[in-house]
């Protein structure tokens, strides 16, 4: 393994926008070595912001701005706040249930109330 350099020769790379990896790659070490000097040396590698997504959004949203119940035609979709897996974590539930009304109007054409 070969020796990382300076903070000088570093903070030198980080400005021509190499990040851990690649620094790591130059000089054959670990990626973890890098940060951990890079850490010493109170050098920062800042991740560019990510371009503005215009597809899907993420999940969350505050409770007041979120739809909890639709009402559809033939069901009600409650959408809830659940824990997710082993290690929490939250998720959105949609559960689905048709509407009383429908159940109703399907015994009645079958002549059963």
């Known amino acids: 393994m070969r020796k990382l350099p300076d903070a000088y020769v ?5 400005e021509r926008g190499l990040d851990g990896r690649e620094i790591a ?3 054959g070490c670990h990626p973890d070595s890098v940060r951990e000097v890079l ?3 109170g050098l920062v590698i800042r991740k560019p912001k990510a371009p503005p997504v215009n597809g899907a959004r993420p999940a969350y949203r505050p409770r007041q701005e979120r739809n909890e119940v639709e009402l559809l035609p033939d069901r009600i979709v409650f959408t ?6 082993t290690y929490g974590g939250m998720m959105f539930q ?3 249930v048709p509407r009383i009304s429908s159940h109703i109007a399907a015994l009645q ?3 059963r109330c």
């Open 10 to 14: 570093l903070q030198k790379h980080i």
């Open 25 to 27: 790659a130059i000089y």
């Open 39 to 41: 850490r010493k040396a």
């Open 80 to 85: 809830r706040e659940v824990t997710a897996g």
């Open 94 to 96: 949609r559960i689905s």
């Open 109 to 111: 054409d079958a002549g």
